[in-house]
């Protein structure tokens, strides 16, 4: 893939991930997904497969009433890219975390994606 392909790919995922629309999401990612999210250094969720990363996106959906990834920049190489992101969400429901419903939050990070096959196989998402 070449840098334009890795950008237009990594834009629709994005694109679906802010309108919520996982059937979109679905269809950026290789079967053989993998993905991690990590906070402060912790790794809080982990999938392996296009299954799992369903059902975590699925899952996903509900704890937010808005949520928006912003791109603020980006860098690819040769089946790797790196995206600087600005994350905003309002929470949805009580969350046992100590969140609260209507509580926004924002956050800056990054996504680190590699690919196969022309789809994403790995994301790592870093805040």
């Given at each position: 893939?070449?840098?334009?392909?890795?950008?237009?790919?990594?834009?629709?995922?994005?694109?679906?991930?802010?309108?919520?629309?996982?059937?979109?999401?679905?269809?950026?990612?290789?079967?053989?997904?993998?993905?991690?999210?990590?906070?402060?250094?912790?790794?809080?969720?982990?999938?392996?497969?296009v299954a799992e990363f369903?059902?975590?996106?699925?899952?996903?959906?509900?704890?937010?009433?808005?949520?928006?990834?912003?791109?603020?920049?980006?860098?690819?190489?040769?089946?790797?890219?790196?995206?600087?992101?600005?994350?905003?969400?309002?929470?949805?429901?009580?969350?046992?975390?100590?969140?609260?419903?209507?509580q926004v939050l924002e956050?800056?990070?990054?996504?680190?994606?590699?690919?196969?096959?022309?789809?994403?196989?790995?994301?790592?998402?870093?805040?």
């Amino acid at each position: 893939m070449d840098a334009t392909e890795i950008r237009a790919l990594i834009d629709r995922y994005i694109d679906a991930y802010n309108r919520k629309d996982i059937a979109a999401m679905l269809l950026t990612i290789h079967t053989e997904v993998e993905f991690s999210n990590i906070s402060m250094g912790v790794v809080n969720a982990h999938t392996v497969g296009v299954a799992e990363f369903k059902a975590l996106a699925e899952q996903s959906v509900a704890l937010f009433s808005e949520r928006y990834q912003d791109i603020i920049f980006f860098e690819s190489g040769e089946n790797t890219a790196v995206a600087g992101i600005k994350f905003r969400a309002v929470v949805a429901i009580d969350l046992p975390n100590g969140l609260k419903k209507g509580q926004v939050l924002e956050m800056d990070g990054r996504s680190e994606f590699e690919f196969r096959d022309g789809l994403i196989s790995r994301i790592k998402d870093i805040s």
